[in-house]
């Protein structure tokens, strides 16, 4: 038996893999996005950047509350932040300005009396 030399490679497998591979990027960067809450800020002329390990709080145009991007009620809002540490864990508050402002003012009455100390209000520049 006779063994043929290797001298080339087939690359249509490679690139059907790429291509696959390529085509599985797009369909989840896609999902990536969508998953943001759509709030409308409002305005501020003061600007300071949030830390990327900050506990989330948002209220949407219709009143509801999402802690983590995850809806809540108002009695589960204060589950949840009672098991945080008040002293240590940062709360950004989103509001989106065609919210009731009684909501925003809940939410921070509920944040003093548990007793935390910092709190971020996020705006938009």
């Given at each position: 038996m006779r063994r043929r030399r290797f001298t080339e490679i087939n690359v249509v497998p490679f690139i059907d893999i790429v291509l696959v591979l390529l085509v599985i990027v797009l369909a989840t960067a896609t999902f990536v996005i969508k998953n943001e809450l759509p709030v409308d800020l409002p305005q501020s002329g003061s600007q300071a950047k949030i830390p990327p390990k900050s506990i989330s709080i948002t209220i949407d145009k219709t009143g509801h509350y999402f802690f983590e991007k995850?809806?809540?009620t108002l009695e589960e809002l204060k589950t949840h932040l009672g098991k945080l540490d008040p002293v240590k864990d940062l709360v950004t508050?989103?509001?989106?300005?065609?919210s009731q402002f009684q909501k925003f003012?809940?939410?921070?009455?509920?944040?003093?009396r548990k007793g935390f100390k910092k709190i971020s209000i996020v705006t938009a520049q």
């Open positions: 995850r809806p809540v508050l989103n509001a989106d300005q065609k003012v809940t939410v921070i009455d509920i944040l003093k």
